[in-house]
């Protein structure tokens, strides 16, 4: 189980997923509210929720990506039970409580892992925020 944003998806996040996807045998996307991500990271999507959704999983990449809980952002892992939480290298939105939740949830069993960045210099959505919405990565449009 993975958590993200995925605003602009690039080549950073598909090669989050795929470092993922090795982690396991079925990889599930929680994708940030349009809601959650103006509250914690004090601004706007580019690209509204479903939208970010919809583009992950079109991407091959994943075998269930879903919108995440607006009331309990730790739900999901209640709910799906992961063996595995992978972090990105630069996630610091609800990890502070993760271990006391997988506690709560009796899975303390899961492992968490933080993976390594991709060009991290290049492949940041906090970078790449400032191009046009025509963007191109990876020979598709995003």
Known sequence: MVFGTFDIFHL???NFLNQAKKRGDYLIVV???DQTVEKVKQHKT???ENDRLKIVKNSGLVDKAILGNLKNKYQVIK???PDIICLGYDQKYFIDNLVEKLRQYNLSETKIIRLKPFNKDVYKTS???????NTVFDDKPY
Do not use: E, F, M, T
């Not at 970078?127 to 919405?133: I, K």
């Open 12 to 14: 950073g996040h598909r």
């Open 31 to 33: 994708i940030a509210r």
């Open 127 to 133: 970078l790449l925020n400032g191009l046009s919405p």
């Open 46 to 48: 580019r690209n509204s």
């Open 79 to 81: 709910k799906y039970q």
